[in-house]
Structures are given as C-alpha cells and as structure tokens.
C-alpha cells in the first residue's frame, strides 16, 4: 500500500488487506480453542480481545515516528505501511512455521502433554466431536450452518 499512486490502487489494495484479515478474528478464536477447555478458553479470548487496542495505541507511536522518514522518493506515510508490513511479514513467517496445528502435533508438548491436553478438550466437548482423537478430524463443508 505505501507504493499505490492512485485512488484506485489504494481501494484495491484495501480489498485485498480485507480479505486476506477478514478470518483473523475467528481463526484465532478457532485456534484457541483447540488449546483450552471452554472455561479457560474466555479469559484468554479477553486478553486477545483488549491487546488490540493497545497494539492501536502503541502502533500510533511507531506510525508518527515512521512518518518522519522521508527516502527514496516516499516521504512520511508510506514508510509507515513498508515498515509495519515488513514487521507484520516476518511475524507471519514465523508463526507459520512454529506454531502446531493441533495439541496433538506441537513440538513444545511431550508425548504425555500431548495426550492429556487433546484427551482434556475431549471429555471438555462432551462427546460433541465425532472422532475420538482431535488430530484425527477434518474440515467439512456439510457442518457450516450459514442461517440460524
């Protein structure tokens, strides 16, 4: 977004940031859940929920000082979105690669942990998964209800 020259370029730009972060919200919150029981998985929701806008605040800060830069024909707001995109790239990557998809498969756990926890979020469910081991589940189209 910090090399768009026209109106034009800069509303594309901005449907595709939209698409591309219009699941984060829900993701995390998928994601989360498949590390903590329904009780325990609120608070952590909580603290989610109210680090955004201290990264708002914080990120401010970091905008006002970028939008002193002025380089290689880009002054003030474009470093912004190089800068902080760059930042948001690398944290991406890493993420990526090093967090597990399931408890089953994290690398962190030992084989005991992994059992309990996946064991835990099971009897949590109250037989509400189909599969007996959580690894062992697949997306469905069948199971996403669009109406109420």
Not at 51 to 66: E, I, Q, V
């Amino acid at each position: 977004m910090g090399a768009v020259k026209s109106y034009g370029g800069f509303i594309a730009c901005r449907l595709i940031l939209g698409a591309c972060e219009g699941g984060m919200f829900g993701g995390i919150i998928l994601y989360l859940s498949m590390f903590y029981k329904r009780h325990q998985l609120m608070f952590r929701l909580g603290v989610f929920y109210c680090a955004a806008p201290l990264s708002g605040a914080f990120g401010g800060l970091l905008a006002t000082g970028l939008a002193e830069i002025s380089y290689g024909g880009y002054d003030s707001w474009p470093w912004i979105f190089f800068v902080e995109g760059a930042l948001t790239v690398v944290a991406g990557s890493i993420a990526f690669f090093f967090l597990p998809d399931t408890p089953g498969k994290a690398k962190f756990l030992s084989e005991e942990e992994q059992w309990y926890i996946t064991h835990v979020l099971r009897v949590d469910l109250s037989g509400a998964a189909p599969q007996d081991k959580v690894d062992d589940e697949k997306f469905n189209w069948n199971a996403v209800s669009f109406t109420r």
